[in-house]
């Protein structure tokens, strides 16, 4: 119980640290390209800031909470995407 709750400190420090490095940055959403609505708090708007694990946790668990794996998105968008193993969202909108 103790690793619990000390691994779900230490991912709300790493969200944290995400969200100021993206607010501060204005980062775009790594999915679809378009801005994030940085005035709504995250997670709270289909707009606004969530994180995304570029690799996802589901498949990658040892990165849960290393910052750079990271990636600013829009809630909708990292809903949409889900645990990462289909892509059903289309083209991105940049070659990356």
Not at 41 to 66: C, G, K, R, V, Y
Request: hydrophobic content about 25%; some cysteine; aromatic content about 8%.
């Amino acid at each position: 119980m103790g690793e619990k709750k000390s691994r779900s400190s230490r991912w709300k420090q790493v969200r944290r640290l995400a969200w100021d490095r993206d607010r501060h940055s204005r980062a775009v959403c790594h999915i679809c390209g378009e801005p994030i609505d940085y005035s709504s708090p995250p997670s709270s708007t289909p707009d606004s800031w969530e994180p995304d694990h570029i690799f996802p946790f589901a498949q990658h668990p040892e990165l849960e909470l290393d910052l750079s794996n990271i990636a600013a998105s829009h809630k909708s968008c990292n809903r949409m995407r889900g645990d990462g193993t289909t892509n059903d969202l289309g083209m991105q909108s940049r070659i990356w």
